[in-house]
C-alpha cells in the first residue's frame, strides 16, 4: 500500500474524530484495525487499538475504551496482536 493512500485513510479517519463524528471515525479504525491484522503489522495493530480506545473515551464509553487499551497494551508488553499472533519468534 502506497505511503499516500495510507495517509488519506489516516487523515480520513483523523478528521472524522476532531469533527466529533465518532460513529464514522469507529468505522474507519475498525476497517483499519482489520486490515492490519491481515498484514501481520502487528505494531499498527495495537496502535489503531489505541485509537479505537480513545474514541470510546472520547464518547464516555469507558468500559469499551478500557478493553480496547488492555488489547493494544497486551500487545506491545506480551509480545502479540489482538488475535493472539507473536511480534517476534523464539
Known amino acids: 500500500m502506497s505511503s499516500l493512500i495510507r495517509k488519506r485513510r489516516f487523515n480520513r479517519r483523523k478528521i472524522y474524530t476532531h469533527q466529533d463524528n465518532y460513529a ?3 468505522d474507519y479504525h475498525k476497517k483499519e484495525l482489520r486490515l492490519q491484522e491481515d498484514l501481520g503489522n502487528k505494531i499498527e495493530v495495537a496502535i489503531v487499538l489505541l485509537n479505537i480506545g480513545n474514541i470510546y473515551e ?3 464509553d469507558y468500559a469499551q475504551a478500557l478493553k480496547y487499551r488492555k488489547m493494544a497494551l497486551g500487545g506491545f508488553v506480551y509480545g ?10 523464539s
Open 24 to 26: 464514522q471515525a469507529l
Open 80 to 89: 502479540q496482536s489482538a488475535c493472539g499472533s507473536e511480534f517476534m519468534e
Open 58 to 60: 472520547y464518547e464516555s
